[in-house]
T-cell receptor
Framework: DAEITQSPRHKITETGRQVTLACHQT?????MFWYRQDLGHGLRLIHY???????NKGEVSDGYSVSRSNTEDLPLTLESAASSQTSVYFC???????????FGSGTRLTVV | GDSVTQMEGPVTLSEEAFLTINCTYT??????LFWYVQYPGEGLQLLLK?????DKGSNKGFEATYRKETTSFHLEKGSVQVSDSAVYFC????????????FGTGTRLQVTL
């Protein structure tokens, strides 16, 4: 069965370190998204991609970057982790309609 | 820009009680509207959707009607169960924004025996 997986599920890192969160999907979806979930804010879009070599900034992109070298993967990199980036991160993929949105199980990141 | 406003939680109900979670939206054009559910420790799952005015989405006993005149998409269930305890998100996608979803802040529902 097709799926979308995120790794790691939990991570603790120190302020200033570079951190990469993985997202891998086997749906063959062109569209992939990264969201962060914080209490009182719901889910906010960080970055998204509509295909290989395409990346776009979302509403809370500062301090984050993504790259898309193949259809299956969209890793999210925190260039220099800050305590404000402590959050739960969700990856999602879509077939181009919102009906086909599939979410990963999330990565809980703690920056100390 | 587009936005979604949900009622503040948490909402605590006894089993078999009637549930309403309010959701209103601001968007230009003709958005599609969604309710997603997040069970503890899991990602989001699509609960139901409506793509045009007066459409009613339904699934697992939950319903929501797309009301363009009041820009609302309230979630209802006639009789909740303990297993319905979760966080519920209202969301929209607009014709001009491809498949990007805009979410509300989420409403936590706790159902007790």
């Amino acid at each position: 069965d097709a799926e979308i997986t995120q790794s790691p599920r939990h991570k603790i890192t120190e302020t200033g370190r570079q951190v990469t969160l993985a997202c891998h999907q086997t749906w063959n979806h062109n569209n992939m998204f990264w969201y962060r979930q914080d209490l009182g804010h719901g889910l906010r879009l960080i970055h998204y991609s509509y295909g290989v070599q395409d990346t776009n900034k979302g509403e809370v992109s500062d301090g984050y970057s993504v790259s898309r070298s193949n259809t299956e993967d969209l890793p999210l990199t925190l260039e220099s982790a800050a305590s404000s980036q402590t959050s739960v991160y969700f990856c999602a993929s879509s077939d181009g309609t919102a009906y086909g949105y599939t979410f990963g199980s999330g990565t809980r990141l703690t920056v100390v | 820009g587009d936005s979604v406003t949900q009622m503040e939680g948490p909402v605590t109900l006894s089993e078999e009680a009637f549930l309403t979670i309010n959701c209103t939206y601001t968007a230009t054009g003709y958005p599609s509207l969604f309710w997603y559910v997040q069970y503890p420790g899991e990602g989001l799952q699509l609960l139901l959707k409506a793509t045009k005015a007066d459409d009613k989405g339904s699934n697992k006993g939950f319903e929501a009607t797309y009301r363009k005149e009041t820009t609302s998409f309230h979630l209802e269930k006639g009789s909740v169960q303990v297993s319905d305890s979760a966080v519920y998100f209202c969301a929209l996608t607009n014709t001009g924004t491809a498949s990007k979803l805009t979410f509300g802040t989420g409403t936590r529902l706790q159902v007790t025996l």
